[in-house]
């Protein structure tokens, strides 16, 4: 069975600091894949990054970069140059193979807040 | 990325009665698929909707509360069911695009009174 862990419950952080948010992981499917979405007040779910499990670099995508430690099983999502409008609640989730392709496992998330 | 249009984005309903969440997406999706986020909780997800079969259910969800239908590519209706209170969540649909994309739409804030 797949299991994504957050233990973050919610930080603060002050703008354009740059903030890490732990995301570990378990499973045995060989292939997976790991995503990170921001979720604010809204409600919308943002689609932010992506990591396969076969990847070689760590994923980055402008001011969002993913630490990938496969040995350790974590895939830190890194904030650089924090803004107030990344203040949010940030999801790491998962895919499987076969039957769950398709299907994501998310984490319990973390609250951010970006202060002045 | 997909242009994903989920309605309503937010209703409040009456307990009993039921609600249907729609969700269009802006090109042919062989997948789609729908969550639920209850108040403070992560997502959970309900169903795998495909085109032309009966939709699959998680473990603690069932057809008669949570029906499904995908009469094509690119929609796809859940129907929330003799609501209570407990029904109280967002409720989200998505889809994926490729291996490495999975998109949501806005999301149906549906508070039950």
């Known amino acids: 069975a797949q299991k994504i862990t957050q233990t973050q419950p919610g930080m603060f952080v002050q703008e354009k600091e740059a903030v890490t948010l732990d995301c570990t992981y378990d499973t045995s499917d060989p292939s997976y894949g790991l995503f990170w979405y921001k979720q604010p007040s809204s409600g919308e779910m943002i689609f932010l990054i992506y990591?396969?499990?076969?990847?070689?670099q760590n994923a980055t995508e402008g001011r969002y970069s993913l630490n990938f430690q496969k040995a350790r099983k974590s895939a830190n999502l890194v904030i650089s140059a924090s803004q107030l409008g990344d203040s949010a609640m940030y999801f790491c989730?998962?895919?499987?193979?076969?039957?769950?392709?398709?299907?994501?496992?998310f984490g319990a998330g973390t609250q951010v807040v970006v202060t002045p | 990325s997909a242009v994903i249009s989920q309605k309503p984005s937010r209703d409040i309903c009456q307990r009993g009665t039921s609600l249907t969440i729609q969700c269009q997406v802006d090109?042919?999706?062989?997948?789609m698929f729908w969550y639920r986020q209850q108040p403070g909780q992560s997502l959970t997800l309900i169903a795998t909707?495909?085109?032309?079969?009966?939709?699959?259910?998680e473990s603690g969800f069932v057809i008669d509360k949570f029906p499904i239908s995908r009469p094509n590519l690119t929609f796809s209706t859940l129907t929330v069911s003799n609501m209570s209170p407990e029904d109280s969540s967002i409720y989200l649909c998505?889809?994926?695009?490729?291996?490495?994309?999975?998109?949501f739409g806005q999301g149906t804030r549906l508070t039950v009174v």
């Open positions: 990591q396969g499990s076969y990847d070689q």
């Open positions: 989730a998962m895919r499987g193979m076969g039957d769950s392709w398709g299907k994501l496992q």
């Open positions: 090109s042919q999706v062989t997948m």
């Open positions: 998505s889809v994926r695009r490729m291996n490495t994309e999975a998109f």
């Open positions: 909707a495909n085109q032309g079969s009966e939709a699959t259910y």
